[in-house]
């Protein structure tokens, strides 16, 4: 059993939707990773964070410590979003990596 | 372009032989990651490294060797491969060890071990 879980595993959107990827985990956890892979293979970090809601352009990253949840949106989807987004939950000194959702926007 | 550079970008080698990926870390950062991706695994993390001493271990193998040097670039030494080592190493950088710090990944080698 994975200790970072991600759904779904593949979402298909229609340009300008907006989406939604959850992550929940069942390890205790101090910070969370969201990552963005593009289709070349590039890691882009699109947020860290330990508590509430960061706000980046068109994505919205949400954490529930208590509820070991988190939730990645991307407003006003555009088909360059479509990429692979990884979850990442650290705990002390280690990583624990969800399996990733990948996403594909269509024009 | 994260500022991160890693070398080479591909590397195609056989079993039994040795190895070593080299990263160069943005400007002014102190720490370095190091991640392997492979098909079956998807994202680990490797080892981390500050400021010259390691900082963090997670799922290295002891075939698997990092060091970070004065000028703070890191190599990734990978010994007696396996077909299995077969995978995309990425290394990232941030500007602490703190855990709240955004990492910055390099484009990644991709290793093929025949």
């Known amino acids: 059993k994975n200790e970072v879980e991600q759904s779904p595993q593949n979402l298909t959107a229609q340009e300008g939707e907006f989406i939604t990827i959850n992550c929940s985990y069942s390890?205790?956890?101090?910070?969370l990773h969201w990552l963005q892979q593009h289709p070349g293979g590039g890691i882009v970090s699109l947020f860290m964070?330990?508590?509430g809601k960061k706000k980046h352009g068109r994505l919205i990253a949400t954490i529930n410590i208590q509820e070991k949840h988190s939730s990645l949106h991307i407003t006003a989807s555009h088909p360059r979003d479509s990429a692979v987004y990884i979850c990442?939950?650290?705990?002390?000194?280690?990583?624990?990596f969800g399996t990733g959702t990948s996403l594909t926007v269509i024009p | 372009d994260s500022g991160v550079t890693q070398t080479p970008k591909h590397l195609i080698t056989a079993t039994g032989q040795r190895v070593t990926l080299r990263c160069s870390p943005r400007?002014?950062?102190?720490?370095v990651y190091w991640y392997q991706q492979s098909l079956d695994q998807g994202l680990q993390f490797l080892i981390q490294?500050?400021?010259?001493?390691?900082?963090a271990k997670g799922n290295i193998l002891e075939r698997f060797s990092a060091q970070q040097f004065p000028d703070l670039h890191s190599e990734l030494n990978l010994s007696s491969l396996e077909l299995g080592d077969s995978a995309l190493y990425f290394c990232?950088?941030?500007?602490?060890?703190?855990?709240?710090?955004?990492?910055?990944f390099g484009p990644g080698t991709r290793l093929t071990v025949l």
């Open positions: 490294y500050y400021n010259g001493e390691e900082r």
């Open positions: 990442a939950g650290k705990t002390g000194n280690q990583f624990y």
């Open positions: 964070l330990s508590s």
């Open positions: 390890v205790g956890i101090s910070a």
């Open positions: 990232a950088s941030s500007a602490e060890g703190r855990i709240y710090n955004e990492q910055f």
């Open positions: 400007s002014g950062d102190l720490s």
